[in-house]
């Protein structure tokens, strides 16, 4: 079960032209995407009403889309306008289209009620775009479940043990206790590691010479996406009081999008306010991201896979878990939720009380 009425990350800008098709799966369901002539971007549900044809392998005629199976014509809206050898095209046969808003090199789809779409929901990520900050795109894909991603990005514990070479750092960080509160749709994770030694990412854009007091807070929000100040800064300069004079910063923007229950899309980036008419600078913070996300995967996926073979295991909580914990239950509110509301919607009208006859006289 999915989430359904909130905005996923559907494709980054530069993966919709106006020359071609673009497929994605979003929770479960089969999308096409492409842009129009005039640039607007067109989502639409990739399987022809006709016989279930993927309409991702038909063919683009200006802004209409055309199944290559029996040659049904759909336009933007999903209206099918034209069908071969037959004159009269019944208004029901359209496909479904959905609501999508491309903001800060991110398109977001909306795959729940296109009346509930509202695009004020969609989370700020205006440093993958701002000329102030550096970032290369970054996506891999997961055969796994969404939510042991989530997880994992939900405890920083992690890092030494699974990234000692990317992003990890000294065993010290894992002991760091982090602060865990509850935002809307979500949690914010506030973690400072002083006086410990710099990753091996960051000691190769700068020397340090020192140990360094790191951060990273960050919020994790419905239905699972990660913003967050992450950075470090010489120790003992007050960098948790806020003074982050010679420090290294970075806005991470993260979104984990289930493909099907059992797959998942991952687009992130690690935008960087420093040296940044460097791009050596930025294709070494990018490569040790990418590095350490597929450590991520490797451990997550032999994770899925171990579960797999034992449906029955109950995981053990232990104190680090607060985070995913709660973010896992409020996934399970929402769902809960929702699941109420379609409910109420199937349910039937009451049918209109007739009002009794009047009684005939009486002699």
């Known amino acids: 079960m999915f989430i359904k009425n909130t905005w996923y990350v559907a494709a980054w800008d530069h993966e919709l032209t106006t020359q071609g098709l673009f497929a994605r ?3 479960g369901v089969p999308v ?6 005039d640039g607007e971007i067109v989502a639409m549900e990739d399987r022809c009403c006709h016989r279930g044809a993927p309409l991702s392998v038909g063919r683009r005629e200006g802004d209409c889309v055309r199944c290559m199976y029996h040659g ?6 999903g209206q099918c306008i034209e069908a071969p050898a037959q004159k009269r095209i019944p208004i029901q046969a359209r496909v479904r289209t959905f609501p999508v808003v491309q903001r800060h090199r991110w398109v977001w789809i909306w795959m729940g009620a296109p009346d509930k779409a509202d695009p004020a929901l969609i989370p700020d990520t205006q440093w993958l775009d701002d000329p102030d900050w550096r970032s290369l795109d970054g996506y891999i894909h997961y055969d796994v479940n969404y939510l042991l991603i989530c997880d994992n990005l939900l405890d920083f514990s992690h890092l030494p043990f699974v990234h000692p070479t990317t992003l990890g750092g000294s065993a010290d960080y894992a002991a760091a206790q982090p602060k865990v509160e509850r935002i809307d ?12 030694e710099p990753p091996p990412f960051a000691q190769a854009v700068k020397d340090w010479g020192s140990k360094v007091d790191r951060w990273n807070i960050y919020n994790f929000t419905l239905p699972a996406i990660l913003l967050m100040d992450s950075g470090m800064a010489p120790t003992g300069q007050g ?3 806020g003074n982050r004079e010679g420090a290294i910063e970075f806005r991470g923007c993260q979104a984990i999008t289930p493909e099907t229950e059992n797959s998942t899309h991952y687009f992130f980036a690690h935008p960087h306010n420093f040296a940044i008419d460097k791009p050596e600078v930025t294709r070494s913070i990018h490569q040790a991201v990418v590095d ?3 450590e991520d995967r490797d451990i997550i996926t032999a994770q899925q896979k171990s579960l797999a073979l034992a449906p029955d295991f109950k995981m053990m909580a232990f104190g680090i878990d607060a985070a995913l914990n709660q973010f896992r239950w409020i996934v399970s509110r929402r769902l809960e939720e929702e699941a109420v509301e379609e409910a109420a919607a199937a349910r039937p009208a009451p049918a209109a009380s007739v009002p009794a006859p009047p009684e005939p006289a009486r002699a």
Do not use: H, P, Q
């Not at 049904?72 to 809206?77: G, T, V, W």
């Open 25 to 27: 799966t979003i929770i």
């Open 32 to 37: 096409l995407m492409f842009r129009k002539d």
């Open 72 to 77: 049904l014509k759909f336009d933007a809206s």
């Open 185 to 196: 749709n979500g949690v914010r994770i506030t973690r400072w590691a002083l006086d410990t």
């Open 239 to 241: 960098a948790a009081e």
């Open 292 to 294: 350490a996300f597929d």
